[in-house]
């Protein structure tokens, strides 16, 4: 390529050839003398000296000639320098100069090498120049080969190799943690014209990583990931693992009457009723706004949903296993108190956000004015009850080869259960266990009040019931959704919502009042919370506990001025009463819970 060699920048050192050429003319001419030879000498140096490669240095045989030599001739490398030589012919200087006889005999008596024309040139610039190219030359040719094998290579990995690659990564994704399947990102459009194989496959492990994850849910996880990266058969009856987390479970009041009635079309025509089975069921368009509304609050909030069982949703918060030690008698030692806490304030937010969005959804409050529950059920509202309790329980695979279910059991999972339905005696929508009103922070604890303590079949020692009363009066509406929001974009919005979530927990720096306050459906709920009513509840709660029924009485009384429709303080007073307001001799603050 002529651009990187040097005969594109610099004409070949032809000068010097023809100056040392002519310099020899003149010797064989007959009229030249010793000093036209040295004016000839001196011009041939003066003529290269300001060259482009100048000369640098220049020898004659004649012994009345002395050598030019540059200072720098010296410290030039030999491919630094660009020589010529031109041997003297001594018969055709004796003919042409029979006259010089010194000169002659000097001549004969020199060795071959000494009778020569002796030339160089400072060739310095062209041999750095020319090395400059040849690398040039060089980084050229790689570039060249290196762009032809990207370019040949191209086509195989963006056809294969990388598909490949990211298939491999996505299946050792969900084998080290299979919850993740669900944040993948949006599958591609399925009508995308360069829809290739391995496109489809990718897509299709996506799909199947994201069922796995919606079917199993969290407590699955185990299952997933030890068959995924084991080799040879499946094996989904894995070991049960012991764990601790605290169980919340929800439950849609009046569900059968709102299924029987949804799932049922009626219209009148020429005065005969006809009922037709609707084609798209309402009933799991009822159940599944409410599930929607369910698990996105419980996994805002660190929870995971479990199952669903009709109309129950059973809702799980794992507790990091590296935070507590479970002890031989089942009780369970925190070793992160303030992570605990934060668990615990979570789990009973993600309740009180679930209720404050029964009361402020649209999608929710359209039921209100179908006309087929009210029909049913007057002034039809949806409600939910809910229980909360933490403990141990076995994580793992229930069923067979046939079926399993990946899910909890214990009867601490059973004690949610029956905190949720004992929810309807006590006249609130949401019940928590004295385990779980222990674990939550100070800030929370001031809203959070006692109901009753008991004792219960199964369970050794008596267990606290607890509640919050929650402000549902007057609740605005929420916005519609913008339908132009994307559903990706509404993802990255709720993955937004609980990165703030995690980074409370990371940081520890929740308050859980300050929350309460900040958040506009948790502020709703609380901003008629009464603390005159609290403060005087606890004293006769404490006061009826102890057996100082008269007091109690007194101050149980005086709530229900401030509250007339307290359940709690009616079920207290009421009690006392069956019992003339004397405490049992053996009182010791709890009597037997009937289910």
Known sequence: MPLLSSDYFFDLPSSLEFQVDQFAV???????????????????????KDSENPIIYLQTPFNFIEKFEDPVFETLRENEKTPYALSLDIQSYQKSHPWDLPTIEYLKSQNEDSLQFEAFLNARSTSFLTAALSLGRTIFVCLLLTMAALFFSKDADDLALRPIERMINKVNSIAKNPISARDEEIIKNDQMEDQQETTIIENAIIKIGTLLALGFGEAGSEIIGSNMVKLGDINPMIEGKKNSGIYGFCDIRNFTDATEV????????????????????????????????????????????????????????????DKYIIK????????????????????????????????????????????????????????????????????????????????YLSPNVGMSNRLEAATK???????????????????????????????????????????????????????????????????????????????????????????????????????????????????????????????????????LQLKPNDVPTQNKLQFMQDLNFEAPQDWEGHYPFID
């Open 26 to 48: 003149l010797i064989y001419d007959e009229k030249s003398t010793h000093e036209d030879i040295k004016q000839t000498f001196i011009g041939v140096i003066n003529v290269l």
């Open 425 to 559: 005696a006590y006249g609130v929508p949401l019940l928590i266990s004295s385990n779980l009103f222990d674990q939550l922070s100070e800030s929370m604890k001031k809203f959070v009040r006692q109901v009753d303590y008991v004792t219960i079949r199964g369970q050794i020692k008596p267990i606290g019931f607890y509640t919050i009363d929650m402000n549902i009066d007057d609740m605005p509406i929420s916005k519609e959704q913008n339908q132009n929001i994307s559903k990706n974009e509404r993802k990255l919005f709720d993955i937004f919502k609980k990165q703030t979530i995690i980074n409370f927990l990371e940081q520890k720096c929740f308050h859980a009042e300050t929350y309460l306050r900040k958040n506009k459906d948790l502020r709703l709920l609380i901003k008629k919370f009464d603390f005159n009513f609290f403060d005087k509840y606890n004293t006769a709660f404490n006061q009826y506990l102890i057996g100082n029924w008269a007091d109690a009485k007194i101050n149980f009384q005086e709530c």
């Open 328 to 407: 031989s008698d089942n009780e369970i030692h925190f070793i992160d108190l303030e992570q605990a806490s934060m668990y615990a304030d979570f789990a009973l937010i993600s309740f009180m956000k679930i209720h404050a969005k029964l009361y402020r959804e649209p999608k929710i409050l359209a039921y209100r004015q179908d006309k087929r529950l009210n029909k049913r059920m007057q002034n039809y509202k949806v409600k939910i009850g809910f229980g909360l309790h933490i403990g141990w329980s076995i994580e793992g695979a229930i069923g067979s080869e046939f079926k399993i279910d990946a899910s």
């Open 262 to 321: 949804l799932q049922v079309l009626q219209f009148q025509n020429n005065n005969i009723y006809i009922y037709l089975i609707k084609i798209k069921e309402d009933v799991m368009l009822f159940v599944n706004n409410i599930g929607e509304i369910v698990h996105k609050m419980v996994d805002r909030y660190m929870g995971a949903a479990n199952k669903n069982i009709g109309d129950a949703f059973l809702l799980v918060w794992k507790l990091p296993e």
